[in-house]
């Protein structure tokens, strides 16, 4: 682009100096035959030119002539330079508002039919938080995330959806398993929780971190941690863990352990059929002060011919008026 409005300013530069030369020689010529012409019919000429009306009017007229000849160089110029796109540039640091939200899934075989329902209620908190930045880690043998944290709601509702039409298996490996079974067990609870608990970025900012976690807690194998020394884990870091038991008051030990990690962190056990879940947990999540978070700077390009703009409009004007006053 550089090259291109070099090459563009040279042209009209090219094109200034023609005009000039060419004008110059057609001046020079017609004033050489004007006075011939008057020479020849006009005796004692001199005399007439050492008049002071006519010194006036003829020092007038070489005035505007270099007027016409420097505002026809301007219009040109300034022309030239709109042709060749100014631009200006601008340092843009964004500032994103919010609060960090992970979602946190539990795909292991004992979920499966109350995963859906699980999802449903995430798309009912999707709706109720604005400007929060949602990520999404499914677990079963093995974690992994399925999108990091972003406040892209047309996408996190599209992976949404995705992972819960994975649940119909209708295809062979349903996106759910794909990467979620390499581990050695099911369901490792603990493991899942430590994942999402690492999930969160910009660990030195204070910032409202929440993970919203959805398991029965029916553990089979040797996890890496457990679910007590993960939920340690989550408090050291300021991650406070909302659980959402679908078999809340059914297994008492179960409902008894998830309760427990909640509480540790500063959060809270739900069940996943209760009425006021989706309320409640978005009260205590928008109860934190939402805090700045800077993102990358960006430096954004921008057209700005303005200027040039009015200067060609004006040097036009006064080029037409003048050549107007000299043709009188």
Known sequence: MA?????????AAGIVVVAVAIGLVLGLRRTGRSDAHEQARIARAERVRAL?????????????????????????????????????????QPVNTSRDIMLCLDVSGSMTEVDVEVLTVFEELLKEFEGE?????????????????????PFIREHLQSIRESFDFVEQTPEHWVGTMNGNGASLIGDGLAACALAFDHPDDERSRSIIFATDNEINGASIVTLQEAAAYAKSVGVRVFSL????????????????????????????RDTTTVEDIVAQVQEQEATALQGQAQVV???SPNLWIVVLMVATLAFVVVLWRVRL
């Not at 409005?5 to 040279?10: A, H, I």
């Not at 301007?74 to 540039?89: E, K, L, N, Q, Y």
């Not at 930045?133 to 709601?153: A, C, E, H, K, M």
């Open 133 to 153: 930045r949602i990520g999404l880690t499914i677990f079963n043998s093995s974690p992994v995330q399925i999108f990091p944290l972003t406040d892209d709601y």
């Open 301 to 303: 390009w921008t057209d």
């Open 52 to 92: 002071p009306a006519f010194r006036a009017a003829l020092t007038r007229r070489v005035v505007a002539l270099c007027g016409i000849l420097l505002l026809g160089v301007i219009a040109t110029a300034s022309a030239g330079v709109v042709a060749a796109r100014p631009m200006s540039s601008q340092t843009i």
């Open 3 to 11: 090259l291109a409005n070099g090459w563009m300013l040279l042209v």
């Open 245 to 272: 038991n679908p078999v809340q008051g059914k297994d008492a030990d179960v409902s008894a352990e998830l309760t427990e990690a909640a509480e540790t962190t500063g959060g809270t056990a739900y069940g996943l």
